[in-house]
């Protein structure tokens, strides 16, 4: 069982990028999909989630209008789409997926928003 995020990097404010997070071992499709964020010297903070069948979300405030959350449950995979980023998006990105007692965590993706 393993949660892969992808797609991080250093980025110019205003700039773009999207995380990637793949699923190997089970089938992301029944699992409540989360986004994390961890600042350096900070604790880890939602960041945004998506939920099954119909797939409706949820963002922190913080990123709201910028952020978007997405599924492709074919692909096993889940996106985070990071618009019009600051620098204050620069931290580790982490994808979680839940289900029941299952809570499952990937390894973390470097965000570096700086000029």
């Known amino acids: 069982v393993q949660l892969v995020e992808s797609g991080g990097g250093l980025v110019q404010p205003g700039g773009s990028l999207r995380l990637s997070c793949t699923a190997s071992?089970?089938?992301?499709?029944?699992?409540?999909m989360k986004w994390y964020r961890q600042a350096p010297g900070k604790e880890r903070e939602w960041v945004a989630t998506?939920?099954?069948?119909?797939?409706?979300?949820n963002y922190a405030d913080s990123v709201k209008g910028r952020f978007t959350i997405s599924r492709d449950d074919a692909k096993n995979t889940v996106y985070l789409q990071m618009n019009t980023l600051k620098p204050e998006d620069t931290a580790v990105y982490y994808c979680?997926?839940?289900?029941?007692?299952?809570?499952?965590w990937g390894q973390g993706t470097q965000v570096t928003v700086s000029s």
């Open positions: 979680n997926a839940i289900r029941d007692r299952n809570n499952y």
């Open positions: 071992g089970f089938t992301l499709r029944s699992y409540v």
């Open positions: 998506i939920f099954t069948f119909g797939g409706s979300t």
